[in-house]
């Protein structure tokens, strides 16, 4: 019953690099998305994809980049590590656009 | 206006108590809302779906009032074990989830 799984848990970025955020569901879900959540606040949406192939900008897009390649996997890249974007990100998968399913989170501190 | 928003709290109330939080929203269109609640530095849950004719799920009553847009959770005989954040969450568009700040409970004994 793996779900939602994020990699890593947990990264520490200097300003300027790169890195990719892993997500990976097992359920064949066609919706996938990814959050950030930044300390005392809600979820803001950043991108999310309704199939393989398929994404669209959330709330929040900028510094942020996604693929769709196939069903299972939704990576999340930064190209061009920021402070502002320190933050948990929160990857999630649904059948529909409705109740979610959410991976553990992957904390990242850009320094 | 802010496309979700919730009192923060924090809600400090005592075991068995019944306690309430509402949820405001500002997109007119949105068609689908839930409740989240989210443990002190874990992934949201879905606690559950909220219905337009309102729905129950043991002490945990969902209402939805499409005409002042805002949905309310209310929480009976509270439980130490209720003591999270809890999250309201509007669809902004079909596919476009929005998620309120959070409101935080702590049931004490």
């Known amino acids: 019953n793996a779900g939602v799984t994020q990699t890593p848990k947990f990264r520490i970025l200097k300003i300027g690099q790169s890195m990719t955020l892993q997500c990976t569901q097992d359920m064949n879900h066609n919706y996938m998305y990814w959050y950030r959540q930044d300390p005392g606040m809600g979820l803001k949406l950043i991108y999310y994809s309704v199939g393989a192939g398929i994404t669209d900008k959330g709330e929040v897009p900028n510094g942020y980049n996604v693929s769709r390649s196939t069903t299972e996997d939704f990576p999340l890249r930064l190209e061009l590590a920021a402070p502002s974007q320190t933050s948990v990100y929160f990857c999630a998968s649904s059948q529909k656009p409705t109740a979610q399913h959410f991976g553990d989170g992957t904390r990242l501190s850009i320094l | 206006r802010k496309e979700v928003e919730q009192d923060p709290g924090p809600f400090n109330v005592p075991e068995g108590a019944t306690v309430a939080f509402n949820c405001t929203y500002s997109?007119?269109?949105?068609?689908?809302f839930f409740w989240y609640r989210q443990d002190c530095r874990k992934e949201p849950k879905l606690l559950m779906s909220v219905y337009s004719s309102g729905n129950e799920d043991g002490r945990f009553t969902a209402q939805l009032n499409r005409a002042s847009q805002y949905i309310s959770l209310l929480i009976r005989d509270s439980k130490l074990s209720d003591s999270a954040t809890y999250l309201c969450?509007?669809?902004?568009?079909?596919?476009?989830?929005?998620f309120g700040a959070g409101t935080r409970l702590t049931v004490k004994p």
């Open positions: 997109n007119s269109a949105s068609q689908s």
């Open positions: 969450v509007v669809n902004y568009n079909n596919n476009d989830m929005r």
